[in-house]
């Protein structure tokens, strides 16, 4: 009987040790690697467009196409260099930043709506750099920026960090000639 307060307290101890050792992880609250745009004039003033704004994501891929014949059969054929598009951001009003993920291919074309009256292309070739986080957490796949092209309206795009990775900070400013009013 004089022990059992003893061994209480020692299977207190060893549970206690136990499950402090079991914490858990701790995994990053953002997985995804998105480039940072930062639209600014000649002058580095931060602008955004006077009308909505949309950004559409572009890929061209090979796409499987299953097709019926006419008695039935179900053929597969593959179409080469098909282009999707996936709208990103939708007609947002004051847009003069915002963050898109890449593709895991070698290269993601972005285009710029400005209320379907105008269009930019974006174009950003990448190097893919898979990242293990742990166990837990998985992996991530983070960018190196390689080359920026563009088109239309935009003056030109200057790279400030060529690393796209979880972390939310800028990558590229897009340069706009804007005249200047008084």
């Known amino acids: 009987m004089k022990r059992l307060p003893i061994i ?3 299977i207190t101890l060893l549970a206690t040790l136990i499950l402090n050792s079991c914490e858990g992880e701790s995994c990053p609250p953002n997985a995804m690697a998105y480039a940072k745009f930062t639209m600014v004039n000649q002058h580095g003033t931060a602008v955004a467009p006077t ?3 949309s950004i559409i994501g572009q ?3 090979d796409v499987t196409v299953y097709d019926t014949l ?3 059969e179900i053929i597969e054929r593959i179409v080469k260099d098909s ?3 996936d709208t990103l951001i939708n007609k947002e009003s004051n847009l003069s930043t915002f963050k898109v993920p890449l593709s895991y291919d070698d290269q993601t074309t972005f285009i710029i709506n400005y209320n379907g009256e105008q269009q930019d292309y974006i174009t950003i070739k990448h190097r893919n750099i898979p990242y293990f986080m742990s ?3 998985g992996t991530m796949m983070f960018h190196e920026a390689t080359e920026v092209t563009h088109s239309n309206g935009i003056d030109s795009i200057v790279t400030i960090n060529a690393n796209i990775d979880n972390y939310e900070k800028e990558n590229f400013r897009i340069y706009f000639t804007v005249s200047d009013t008084q």
């Open 135 to 137: 166990v837990d957490c």
């Open 70 to 72: 006419e008695n039935g």
């Open 8 to 10: 209480f307290i020692a």
């Open 51 to 53: 009308v909505p704004t």
């Open 83 to 85: 282009v999707i598009n």
């Open 59 to 61: 890929i061209t891929t």
